[in-house]
């Protein structure tokens, strides 16, 4: 009786599919109650930096009158999407939430856009983020603050913040988000979310904006197990237009999905339980590790020796990408272009300074360094090979086991405004999600229990490469053995 | 002192292939500015590069063709530095993995053969073009369809000892780059370039002296003119007691001297590392073989050919090897007619003189070789003389019909009948006596004017031979 009260927004997207196919909602409807719902709570949230209605309300229509026709439907149609502000857009600003790109428009649309599109989903706009994804709080966008729905005052993680906080808000039933060292996973569990981030290759980055190539990854945010594996479905596959992009078939991931996960060999690392993680979180994770063995997985403990280098080697990694893919804001072609310059030197200094905030030069001065001739070899080539043994690490880890669980961060989401001041606390938010994005493994967050405050702690679930299925599986087992996915909002957060 | 010249030349090579080297707009010259682009030749925020498996083919086949060994492993780096023309920020280039190393490069000098050693070949993208107004320096533009066009660069080994070797070296290249068809080498458009290291050592010396590196010159003259006065400056310097500066300089094409670049103009980090956005390029035996049957004769095996085969005098030779469009000309047309002596002389002496007169090239010739085989067929067979085959080519240029339509609307076909010239021979006697008297009495040159004035009655059409056998006869 309490989900015939539950409004159209709160759904998940398999249960807004069944409805639709049922015929006992429209698109529009669907389309109309999400939009009410951002209008209602996105003046607190601050997910959204763009809503747009207009081209959704279109789409609603033709899924309407497709749904009128009799015609079959795709599996996402007239599901409302989030994107991060970093994908680009056709026609829509994309402004990875900075100054410098604040009136760019992308003439094209990117590859995940146009899956998204074929879909029929319903678009509902860009989201905010940490300023070209670096930050893991989203208070590094040049334009606004986005708050934890399960608590204002508090952070909704990031740099995918806006995406993972509009899924916890009802503000969207899917969104994107991009994981280049943990965010997605790090909101996710921030926000008490289903955040994925698929093996590097899985997913087209070609229209995604790139912070560091080798490690960025496009992923989905959903309510639940199974709306990842919807989204998975509609956004994975080989592109031609990214030569990184893995040529191999894709599985459908819902087939997978059944609560079975008897003789699973389940990986707990050593190194992810350490000092500095909070004992909360500790305690749910090993929970949710005790749950899975209840349910019928092996558990192993594993060493992971390199863990603890991860942090230093993605901050020269990553850094060092991000300052060869940024030297493209010259405010030579679009974007920001400083107001008359002296000559080109100076308009090049201005442009820059004006346009990037402080974590973006901060990370684009430390990989710029990095790469300099003398450094080069101490700095970046280093970082390189320690990058090859934290992938051994899970090499051989994987030869025993078939997922590795741990907490998907230290602690629950921090208050807004505690870590500005201090970039290394900030940085080391990652510490339990870089190791995989640097071995380019699929991981998961999902919710596996509450701070004493009522925020949201995340369990992260990684897989072998390109065995997204264990992983979902895994999680969709212990998500149908517990009920954590099914709280909605704190008291102070945002009520449904 | 006496000082020897030690030269290293550095070619960048734009690639003809269709598309761009990482997207699929049209890779070809001028057009409207940025008429030639797309997000990714832009950088646009987002997009990535795709390699232009063609433009790789293309790379293997210039490496080929000048003997280097293709690599079975190499990657790509990026190159950053700022400038307008520059839309990434870093340029896709090779550092240390190219795809083709060791080379080299047989040319002629002076009638001896010499030999450059090539260190590597490597596949890049050019830039765009910046154009910065006349007599305003507030405002410059920068035209991107160049941006994204897949260049080579050859780079050599200080092999070359004077500015005429490194000439014919270059011209040695260009002709390779041609015959293997993946280059326009079109320097005006600035689709072949070089820049160049130089350097004084005292003679018998084998230590290299310091060198100067002079850049983006893209003529053979400017080539010669910017080395020559590198010699002559370094050598000042070198005669005063002075150190030359090693240093990056610009030829000023006005004034004909080099110049010290500002260091502003001179990046010095470019911050090199490998390009994540592409997979590193595997290339297996068999690739390499498909590329090496596909190369066609190159321009020196060809020349010889022509010679020892054909039977084409070298100089001849020389001139119709230029390029491989008018190799190939000729050797259709040689086909087409039987014989290659006949036709090397027509291709090298009346249309290549037309096609000279007109400011085209044998690409643009409007009598293909397969119309050039069918008049010189004419001519072989004594339908038509000589003569008659030179203004029937005229025609051929100038109405675009064929050889055979012009000689039959025209009457031109010869005659040998002999009826009909001992009537225009008899006719001539008559009224020529005083010339028929000259050459009876011994003045042979006498005999030419007569034939002349057969000729002339005939309309060009008698053969000039039976006329000279018939006008003998009826005067002796």
Same mark, same amino acid.
């Given at each position: 009786?309490?989900?015939?009260?539950?409004?159209?927004?709160?759904?998940?997207?398999?249960?807004?599919?069944?409805k639709?196919?049922?015929?006992?909602?429209?698109?529009?409807?669907?389309?109309?109650?999400?939009?009410?719902?951002?209008?209602?709570?996105?003046?607190?949230?601050?997910?959204y930096?763009?809503?747009?209605?207009?081209?959704?309300?279109?789409?609603a229509?033709?899924?309407?009158?497709?749904l009128?026709?009799?015609?079959?439907?795709?599996?996402?149609?007239?599901?409302?999407?989030?994107?991060?502000?970093?994908?680009?857009?056709?026609?829509?600003?994309?402004?990875?939430?900075?100054?410098?790109?604040?009136?760019?428009?992308?003439?094209?649309?990117?590859?995940?856009?146009?899956?998204?599109?074929?879909?029929?989903?319903?678009?509902?706009?860009?989201?905010?983020?940490?300023?070209?994804?670096?930050?893991?709080?989203?208070?590094?966008?040049?334009?606004?603050?986005?708050?934890?729905?399960?608590?204002?005052?508090?952070?909704?993680?990031?740099?995918?913040?806006?995406?993972?906080?509009?899924?916890?808000?009802?503000?969207?039933?899917?969104?994107?988000?991009?994981?280049?060292?943990?965010?997605?996973?790090?909101?996710a569990?921030?926000?008490?979310?289903?955040?994925?981030?698929?093996?590097?290759?899985?997913?087209?980055?070609?229209?995604?904006v790139?912070?560091?190539?080798?490690?960025?990854?496009?992923?989905?945010?959903?309510?639940?197990?199974?709306?990842?594996?919807?989204?998975?479905?509609?956004?994975?596959?080989?592109?031609?237009?990214?030569?990184?992009?893995a040529?191999?078939a894709?599985?459908?991931?819902?087939?997978?999905?059944?609560?079975?996960?008897?003789?699973?060999?389940?990986?707990?690392p050593?190194?992810?339980?350490?000092?500095?993680l909070?004992?909360?979180?500790?305690?749910?994770?090993?929970?949710a590790?005790?749950?899975?063995?209840?349910?019928?997985?092996?558990?192993?403990?594993i060493?992971?020796?390199?863990?603890?280098?991860?942090?230093?080697?993605?901050?020269?990694?990553?850094?060092?990408e991000?300052?060869?893919?940024?030297?493209?804001?010259?405010?030579?072609?679009?974007?920001?272009?400083?107001?008359?310059?002296?000559?080109?030197?100076?308009m090049?200094?201005k442009?820059?300074?004006?346009?990037?905030?402080?974590?973006?030069?901060r990370?684009?001065?430390i990989?710029?360094?990095?790469?300099?001739?003398?450094?080069?070899?101490?700095?970046?080539?280093?970082?390189?090979?320690?990058?090859?043994?934290?992938?051994?690490?899970?090499?051989?880890?994987?030869?025993?086991?078939?997922?590795i669980?741990?907490?998907?961060?230290?602690?629950?989401?921090?208050?807004l405004?505690?870590?500005?001041?201090?970039?290394?606390?900030?940085?080391?938010?990652?510490?339990?999600?870089?190791?995989?994005?640097?071995?380019?493994?699929p991981?998961?967050?999902?919710?596996?229990?509450?701070s004493?405050?009522?925020?949201?702690?995340?369990?992260?679930?990684?897989?072998?490469?390109?065995?997204?299925?264990?992983?979902?599986?895994a999680?969709?087992?212990?998500?149908?053995?517990?009920?954590?996915?099914?709280?909605?909002?704190?008291?102070?957060?945002?009520?449904? | 002192?006496?000082?020897?010249?030690?030269?290293?030349?550095?070619?960048?090579a734009? #690639?003809?292939t269709?598309?761009?080297?990482?997207?699929?707009?049209?890779?070809?010259?001028?057009?409207?500015?940025?008429?030639?682009?797309?997000?990714?030749?832009l950088?646009?925020?987002?997009?990535?590069?795709?390699?232009?498996?063609?433009?790789?083919?293309?790379?293997?086949?210039?490496?080929?063709?000048?003997?280097?060994?293709?690599?079975?492993?190499?990657?790509?780096?990026?190159?950053?530095?700022?400038?307008p023309?520059?839309?990434?920020?870093?340029?896709?280039?090779?550092?240390?993995?190219?795809?083709?190393?060791?080379?080299?490069?047989d040319?002629?000098?002076?009638?001896?053969?010499?030999?450059?050693?090539?260190?590597?070949?490597?596949?890049?993208?050019?830039?765009?073009?910046?154009?910065?107004?006349?007599g305003?320096?507030?405002?410059?533009?920068?035209?991107?369809?160049?941006?994204?066009?897949?260049?080579?660069?050859?780079?050599?080994?200080?092999?070359?000892?004077?500015?005429?070797?490194?000439?014919?070296?270059?011209?040695?290249?260009?002709?390779?780059?041609?015959?293997?068809?993946v280059?326009?080498?079109?320097?005006?458009?600035?689709?072949?370039?070089?820049?160049?290291?130089?350097?004084?050592?005292?003679?018998?010396?084998?230590?290299?002296?310091t060198?100067?590196?002079?850049?983006?010159?893209?003529?053979?003259?400017y080539?010669?003119?910017a #080395?020559?006065?590198?010699?002559?400056?370094?050598?000042?310097?070198?005669?005063?007691?002075g150190?030359?500066?090693? %240093?990056?300089?610009?030829?000023?094409?006005?004034?004909?001297?080099?110049?010290?670049?500002?260091?502003? %103009?001179?990046?010095s980090?470019?911050?090199y590392?490998?390009?994540?956005?592409?997979?590193?390029?595997?290339?297996?035996?068999?690739?390499?073989?498909?590329?090496?049957?596909?190369?066609?004769?190159?321009?020196?095996?060809?020349?010889?050919?022509?010679?020892?085969?054909?039977?084409?005098?070298?100089?001849?030779?020389a001139?119709?090897?230029?390029?491989?469009?008018?190799?190939?000309?000729?050797?259709?047309?040689?086909?087409?007619?039987?014989?290659?002596?006949?036709a090397?002389?027509?291709?090298?002496?009346?249309?290549?003189?037309?096609m000279?007169?007109?400011?085209?090239?044998i690409e643009d010739?409007?009598?293909?070789?397969?119309?050039?085989?069918?008049?010189?067929?004419?001519?072989?067979?004594?339908?038509?003389?000589?003569?008659?085959?030179?203004?029937?080519?005229?025609?051929?240029?100038?109405?675009?019909?064929?050889?055979?339509t012009i000689?039959?609307?025209?009457?031109?076909?010869?005659?040998?009948?002999?009826?009909a010239?001992?009537?225009?021979?008899?006719?001539?006697?008559?009224?020529?006596?005083?010339?028929?008297?000259?050459?009876?009495?011994?003045?042979?040159?006498?005999?030419?004017?007569?034939?002349?004035?057969?000729?002339?009655?005939?309309?060009?059409?008698?053969?000039?031979?039976?006329?000279?056998?018939?006008?003998?006869?009826?005067?002796?």
């Open positions: 009786m309490a989900e015939a009260a539950t409004p159209l927004h709160a759904l998940t997207a398999h249960e807004l599919r069944d639709l196919r049922n015929r006992e909602v429209s698109a529009t409807q669907i389309a109309e109650s999400t939009f009410d719902r951002i209008r209602a709570v996105d003046d607190r949230v601050k997910a930096m763009v809503v747009t209605q207009d081209a959704a309300m279109e789409t229509r033709d899924v309407d009158s497709r009128e026709r009799g015609e079959p439907l795709p599996p996402l149609a007239a599901i409302p999407v989030g994107i991060k502000d970093l994908i680009c857009t056709k026609g829509v600003r994309t402004t990875c939430s900075s100054k410098i790109l604040e009136p760019f428009v992308s003439p094209y649309d990117a590859t995940v856009m146009r899956r998204l599109h074929a879909q029929k989903a319903i678009i509902t706009g860009k989201l905010n983020m940490d300023e070209f994804a670096m930050g893991s709080s989203t208070e590094n966008s040049a334009y606004m603050e986005t708050a934890n729905p399960w608590n204002l005052a508090h952070a909704p993680g990031g740099s995918s913040g806006g995406s993972a906080a509009a899924v916890a808000a009802d503000e969207a039933v899917l969104t994107l988000g991009s994981d280049t060292g943990g965010s997605i996973r790090q909101p569990s921030f926000c008490g979310v289903v955040g994925m981030k698929p093996t590097y290759g899985r997913v087209s980055r070609f229209g995604l790139a912070f560091a190539s080798s490690l960025d990854q496009i992923g989905p945010f959903s309510k639940d197990v199974r709306d990842c594996a919807l989204a998975l479905n509609a956004i994975c596959g080989h592109d031609p237009l990214d030569s990184t992009s040529d191999m894709v599985p459908d991931f819902t087939a997978g999905l059944v609560p079975d996960v008897e003789g699973l060999r389940v990986g707990i050593a190194e992810y339980f350490v000092e500095g909070d004992g909360e979180v500790e305690a749910s994770v090993r929970a590790i005790s749950k899975l063995e209840q349910l019928g997985a092996t558990l192993h403990e060493s992971m020796p390199h863990t603890e280098y991860s942090i230093a080697t993605y901050y020269i990694i990553a850094p060092a991000a300052s060869s893919n940024l030297a493209r804001y010259d405010g030579m072609r679009y974007g920001h272009r400083t107001d008359d310059p002296d000559d080109l030197m100076d090049y200094r442009t820059r300074g004006e346009g990037f905030g402080d974590e973006v030069k990370r684009i001065m990989g710029t360094y990095a790469l300099s001739a003398g450094y080069f070899d101490a700095y970046y080539l280093k970082a390189m090979k320690v990058r090859t043994l934290i992938k051994q690490d899970f090499d051989r880890a994987f030869e025993e086991v078939d997922i669980v741990t907490p998907t961060a230290p602690s629950a989401a921090f208050a405004g505690e870590k500005t001041d201090d970039p290394l606390q900030m940085y080391l938010s990652d510490v339990f999600t870089a190791p995989a994005s640097m071995a380019g493994l991981g998961l967050s999902m919710p596996c229990g509450f004493s405050e009522g925020l949201p702690i995340g369990l992260q679930i990684l897989g072998k490469p390109f065995d997204e299925e264990t992983v979902l599986r999680a969709y087992a212990y998500e149908q053995a517990t009920d954590h996915h099914l709280r909605r909002r704190s008291p102070d957060g945002i009520a449904v | 002192m006496a000082y020897e010249v030690v030269i290293g030349l550095e070619i960048h734009e #690639l003809s269709v598309g761009k080297l990482f997207t699929w707009t049209a890779n070809r010259f001028g057009g409207e500015p940025n008429s030639r682009i797309d997000p990714i030749t950088g646009m925020p987002g997009v990535l590069p795709v390699l232009n498996r063609t433009a790789v083919d293309y790379t293997m086949r210039a490496a080929l063709a000048m003997d280097c060994d293709v690599q079975p492993f190499s990657k790509f780096d990026r190159k950053h530095y700022f400038y023309d520059l839309p990434k920020g870093y340029q896709i280039s090779q550092k240390d993995l190219p795809i083709a190393l060791d080379g080299h490069v040319f002629d000098v002076n009638g001896a053969t010499r030999r450059c050693r090539l260190t590597r070949i490597h596949l890049e993208e050019d830039a765009g073009k910046s154009i910065h107004a006349e305003r320096d507030d405002v410059s533009w920068v035209d991107y369809n160049r941006s994204c066009v897949p260049l080579i660069e050859i780079v050599g080994e200080p092999d070359l000892r004077s500015p005429e070797e490194a000439i014919a070296y270059w011209r040695a290249v260009k002709e390779i780059l041609e015959f293997a068809g280059s326009d080498c079109n320097m005006e458009e600035g689709s072949f370039r070089c820049d160049a290291n130089i350097s004084l050592m005292p003679e018998g010396s084998d230590q290299f002296g060198r100067a590196e002079l850049k983006n010159m893209n003529s053979f003259r080539v010669h003119q #080395l020559e006065f590198e010699i002559r400056r370094q050598t000042q310097i070198l005669d005063a007691g150190k030359v500066d090693q %240093e990056t300089r610009l030829f000023d094409v006005d004034a004909g001297t080099t110049r010290a670049m500002r260091n502003k %103009e001179e990046a980090d470019y911050r590392f490998p390009e994540p956005d592409l997979v590193p390029l595997d290339i297996d035996d068999a690739w390499i073989q498909a590329v090496r049957d596909s190369l066609p004769e190159l321009p020196r095996a060809r020349r010889q050919r022509l010679v020892s085969e054909m039977g084409v005098p070298e100089q001849t030779a001139v119709l090897t230029g390029t491989r469009a008018l190799t190939d000309f000729f050797e259709a047309a040689a086909e087409g007619c039987g014989d290659a002596v006949l090397a002389n027509w291709v090298q002496g009346d249309l290549l003189g037309y000279r007169d007109a400011g085209r090239e010739s409007p009598v293909s070789a397969p119309e050039l085989a069918e008049l010189l067929t004419l001519l072989k067979d004594d339908t038509i003389s000589g003569r008659i085959a030179k203004t029937v080519l005229e025609e051929m240029i100038a109405t675009g019909k064929s050889a055979k000689v039959e609307e025209k009457g031109l076909v010869q005659v040998t009948d002999t009826s010239i001992d009537e225009w021979v008899r006719q001539v006697i008559e009224d020529n006596p005083g010339p028929a008297e000259d050459y009876r009495g011994g003045t042979a040159k006498a005999l030419g004017f007569l034939v002349g004035q057969v000729m002339k009655l005939s309309r060009g059409k008698a053969n000039p031979q039976l006329v000279n056998q018939a006008l003998r006869a009826a005067l002796e």
